[in-house]
C-alpha cells in the first residue's frame, strides 16, 4: 500500500476541464445508459422529498395554528410517515445503483487496463516502476469510477434542489424568494474558493506523508549501519525536519477546513434573518402566514448542502483529471511489438495452413537461428550492441560470456523478441522473425532467468505453467527430468507446497530447479537461460547441472554461462565486451588464444574451487 | 490488558496538550451555546411578536415586550446572523485548537516512535518485519491522527448538543422533550451494532482487494515470464476472476451501506415526525405557542444529524484503540540498554587492542553459533578470519559492535570489558563495513561524510580514490551530488560496497572491520584496495573477513573458523605448512596451472 502511495505525489492539478480526455473516460459508461437513467430519475425524486419536507412541516404548522382543538392532524402523520418511507426506499436504491455503476464501471476500465498492459512490449516495463502501474489499475481506477458513479447523482440532485428550493419559495411570495436568493452568490463562491485551497493543501499534507513513510523506512532498513555509525541523534534531526513539514502543512490544512462550515453557517444564517424580518413583516401585514414562514426557514437552510455538494463535485472531477490522463496513456499506449498485418493475415486463414505448420502457416520446425550484424540501443545514441552476427543450429549450445553490462543480456532479449533489433536482422530458418507469428514464435522459447521469477501458488501450478493442459503425471515426470523431483518429495506437501511470494520458501536453487521443470514442460525448441550466480549448495550445484545438460540436449540453447562446466560443453563461446563479440571459438581454441576467455576462466576457475573447497568443510 | 489500559494510554499520549484540548471543548461549547438561541429568538418572534401572544414568564417580558419585537424586527434578524458569526468564530477557534493539540501529539508520536525504532534491540529487528513496523508507524499513527483530530470533537459535539438542548426542552415542555428525543438512542444503537454485525463484510472487502493487488502485483513483476510462455490469456483470466470477486465484495458492502443509511435516515426522520406530530397535537390543545413547536422543531434538527454521526463514530473508536495499541508495542518494546556504572575517564580514541577470551554465543538454537571462541590483535595489526558460509565469521563483528551481547567470555578493547562501555562509545571506536552495506537516499557525498560530517573534500575524494570508486562516481552527471536510492541513481553491490569501504577510511576509527566487504568486488579492483589498505598498515587494527587467499595473506594473524570454533590459526606462511583448509585454498593455483597446461595439450 505504502507503494502505491508514495507514486501519488506526481498528481498534478489542472484548472482546466479536458472535454476531449473526459469523454474517452465517459466512453466506459455507454453500456450503462440505463442504470444512468435509473439514477437520474432516483436523484429527481430525492430532490423532491428533500423540498417537500419543510414545506409539510409549515402547512402542519397553518393548520393548527388555524383550527385549534378542531384540528385534524392524522392526514399530517400519514403523509410524513409516506414521506419518511419513500425517502428510506429512495436513499436504499440510488445507493444501490450508484454502487452498481461505479463497480461494474471500475470492473471495466481495470479489466481493459490489464488486457492492454498484456499486450504492451518489455520497453514499457523497464521504463516504469511496477508500483506505478499497480497505482493505475488500484486508486486511478477506484477514483475515476467513484466519479463516474456519483458526479452525476450529485450533480442532478444539486440542481434539482436548487430548483426546487426557488420555484416553492417563488410561489411562496416572490419578494421575499429574491431577497432569500442573494445568499447564493456568495455560497457558490465561498464553496469553489475552500473547496480548491483544500485540494492543493491536503496534498501538500499526502506529499509530506510519503516522505515521512520514506524515512521510517529507512530508519528501519539500515538500523545496523545507523547504530554502527552512531548516528541516531542526526538521523532524528533529520526526520524532525520532516515531521515539523507534516506539521506546518497539515495545520495549514486544518486551519482552512475548519473555517468552511463556519464561514458557510454563517451566510446562511443572513438568510434566514432575511426571512425573519421581511418575512415577519409579511406575516404581520397578512400577506404570508407563520407556516409559510416556517417553510422560508426551512428551505433557506437547505440552500447549503447542494451547492456544497456541486462544487465538491467539480473540484473532484478537476483533481482526477491527473488520474483520467494517467489511464488513458496506459490505454492509448501503442503496443510497439506486435505482428505485422501481413502475419495477421496468414494467422486468420490458418485453417487452409498445412497440419505440420505453425499458426502462420510457415513450417513449425526451427533448424536455425541467425543474427546479421544486429545492432541496438535502449536510448538513441548510446548502443548497447553492434555488427553482432552469430548462428546456431539445432541440437548447438551457445555459450555468452562476459563482463556485467557488456551486452550479453540483450542479446538474449532479442532473441526472445522482447525487443527488436534496430540495425540488421534476426532470421529464423532464412525468415526474417518479424515475418513470423509473435505468439507461435515465443511459445517456442523455454526461458529460466538468473533470478527465477515463480508464482504464488504451489510447485505443481508453478511447473504447469509451462504447459496448462498438462497432467499431474507429466509434472511430476518433468520435476524427475530436472532432478527436482527429489527435494520436492522431502517437503511437507510435496507437489501441494506453497511456494510462497517471490518463491521466498525455496532456496535459490530449488526455484531454479523448479523454472527448469517448467521450461521442459513446455517442450521449447529454443532455450534460454541465464545461470544463476548466486552460490547454491553443491548438492543442489550438482543436480542444477545435469538438469541442464539434460535440457539442453537437442535443442538450439542460448545460455548466459556462468559456471566452468557449462562453457565447456558448449559448442560456440561468445565473449561478449561492450556491446561486441570480441571473441569467439571453442573452449580449447580460445584458451590457445589466451586473450579475453583466458583471464575469464582463469578468474572462474579460481573462484569455483574456492568456494567448493569452502563448501566442503572439514 | 484491562479495557481502561487502552483509555489510560490515550490519556497519556494527549499529556502537554490536555489544556488545548479542554480550551477547544471550552470554544466548542460557546459555539453550541451561541447557536442553540437562534431557535429561541424565531420561536419567541413568532408567539410573541407576530401572532400578539401576551409574555408569560417573567424573565422574557424582563428583556422584550411583543412591541419591541414587532417593531425590531430587522434587529432580530442582524442578531441571528451576528450569534451565528460569533459561534462561527468560536468554531473555527475549537477546530484550530483540537488540529493543533491532535498534530502536536501525533508530531511528538512519529518522533518518539522514530528514535524508538533507532534504539531497539538488533534482537526486535532481526525478527520484526519491516512492513509491519511501517505500518504501525504511518497508518496507524494516522488512526490515531484522525480519532483524536475528528472523532473525539464530533463525539464531544454530538453529547454537548444534547447536553445543552436537553435542559432548555425540558423547561419548554418535557412532555414534548421527551417525544422529540426518545428515538435518538435508538439511532445510536443501530449504528453501534449494524457496524459491529457488518465487520466481516468490510473484511472480505479488503481481502478481495488485497487478493486483486497482490494477483496484479504477480504479474507485473512475472511480467517475463508470462511473455516467455506466451500465457497472455491464461493471466486475463486469473485476474478477471479476482476483479470479478472485488466486483461482488464490493457490491455487498455497497448493498450493507444502502441498508445502513436508508434505515439510519428513516430513524431520523421519525424522529423529527414525532416532534412534528406530536408538537402540532399540542398546539392544537393549547398545550403550547405555535412559536415553541417551530423552537421544538429547530433543535431536533440541529441535534439529530451529529447523533446519527455518533453511532459511526463510536464504532470507530474500537479502531483508533487497536491502533494505538499497536504503536504502544513498539514503544514498549525493549531497547538497548547500557551497563550503569561504565568505566571512568575513557579516552576519546582508543588504540584498538582486542582480545576475544572464551566467547560463546548462540544465535539461535541451530543456527551460527560461536563456541569459547579466543584470540586477540595488537593495535594497528590485521586478523583476517576465513571460513564457509554460517562458521560465524560475521557474529564476530556483530558481537564487537554490540549489535549482540556475548552469553559466556569476555571481550575486550583496550582492557576495558566490552559490556560494561556504552554501545555508542563502542561503536563510534569502530569503523564497520557490511557485507550488503547501507546507503542513504543522500547524495554520495553526504553517504560517504556520513561518519565525518567535518571532513574536508579533499580527504574525500582521497579516500573515494583509495577505495577505487572515485572515477565511478565522476562518471554519474551529478558526481559526488548524485542522489542514491529510490529517487536516485541505483548503485550496483560493487559500486555500494565501494562506497561503504570509503565511507569507512574516512572514519579513521582505531578499529576497522571489513565483512566480507568485497563480495560484490572483482578481482582487480579487490587488489587494488587491498594494497591501499596494507600501505595504510599500522593506522587501525583491522578485522577483514573475505574469501579470496591474495586479500588475507598479508595479514599479521589468519583465523580459520568452522562451526564457531578455530580450527587453524597463524601467519600465511604457518598455515601453508599445516595440513588444512587454507593450504587446500593455497593449492588451487597450481590446480589451474595444471588444468591448463591439459587444456593447452588437448588442443
Known sequence: MSQATSFEDEHVVHSRFDLALWRKILAFGRPYLGLFAALAGVAVLVAGCEVALPLLVGSVIDHVAEHGVNSTIWPYAVGFLALSVG???????????????????????????????????????????????????????????????????????????????????????????????????????????????????????????????????????????TKSLVREARNLEEFQELSDTMFLDSMRNAVYAAAFWPVLLTICSAATGVVLWYGGLNVMAGTLTVGQLVMFIGLATEFSNPIQEMSRTVTMILGAQASAERIQQVLEHEPAIRDSDDVRQRIAGRRDHPADAAEDGMPATIRNVRFEDVGFAYKPGQPVLSDCSLTAEAGQTIALVGPTGGGKSTIVSLLCRFYEPQEGRILIDGTEYRQRSLAWYQSQLGIVLQTPQLFNDTIRENIRYGRLDASDEQVVEAARLVNADGFIADLADGYDTKVGEGGNQLSTGQKQLIALARAVLSDPQIFVMDEATSSVDTETEKLIQSAVDQVLQGRIAFVIAHRLSTVKNADQILVIDDGRIVERGTHHELIAREGRYFSLYTNQFTEEHEARILAARD | MLWTHKYRMLWRQMAGHRLRYGAALLALGVAIGLTFVVPLIIGVTIDHGLRGKPIERPWLASIVTPETLRNGLWQLGLLIVALTAAAAVFMHLEGVLASRASESIVRRLRDTLFDRLQHLTCRYHDQAETGDLVQRCTSDVETTRSFLATQVIEIVRASANLLIALPVLFWLNWRLAIVSTCVLPLIVGFALVFFRIVQSTFKAMDEAEGALTARLQENLTNIRVVRAFARQAFEQEKFDVRNADHRRKHWKLYQVFSVYWSVSDFLVFIQMGLALIFGAAFVAGGTIPVGELVTFWLYVGIMVWPVRQMGRTLSELGKALVALQRIDEVLSAPVEQDAPDPPAGLPDRLEGRLAFRGVTFGHQDDQAVLHDLSFEAEPGQTLAILGPSGSGKSTIVNLLLRFYDAEAGVIEIDGYDLSRLPRKYVRSQIGAVMQEPFLYSKSLRDNLKLGRHEAPDEDMIDVANSAAVHDAIEQFDDGYDTLVGERGVTLSGGQRQRVAIARALLQDKPVMVLDDAFSAVDTRTEAMIVNFLRRRKGRATTILIAHRLSTLMHADRIIVLDHGRVTQQGTHEELLRTEGLYQRLWHIQTDLEDDLKQEMAAV
Not at chain 1, 174 to 191: D, F, G, S
Request: some cysteine.
Open chain 1, 87 to 225: 425517502f428510506a426506499v429512495l436513499i436504499f436504491t440510488f445507493i444501490g445503483l450508484a454502487g452498481r455503476l461505479s463497480i461494474a464501471i471500475c470492473y471495466d476500465i481495470r479489466e481493459a487496463s490489464f488486457r492492454h498492459l498484456q499486450q504492451l512490449h518489455f520497453g514499457y516495463y523497464d521504463q516504469r516502476a511496477v508500483g506505478w502501474l499497480m497505482a493505475r489499475l488500484t486508486s486511478d481506477c477506484n477514483l475515476l469510477s467513484r466519479i463516474m458513479g456519483w458526479s452525476l447523482l450529485d450533480v442532478v440532485w444539486g440542481v434539482c434542489m436548487l430548483v426546487g428550493i426557488t420555484v416553492a419559495m417563488l410561489i411562496l411570495n416572490w419578494k421575499l424568494a429574491l431577497a432569500v436568493l442573494v445568499v447564493v452568490p456568495p455560497l457558490v463562491l465561498v464553496c469553489r474558493w475552500f473547496q480548491w485551497r483544500l485540494l492543493f493543501s491536503s496534498r501538500k499534507v499526502r506529499k509530506a506523508n510519503s516522505h515521512l513513510t520514506a524515512g521510517f523506512n529507512e530508519s528501519i532498513q539500515g538500523v545496523k549501519t
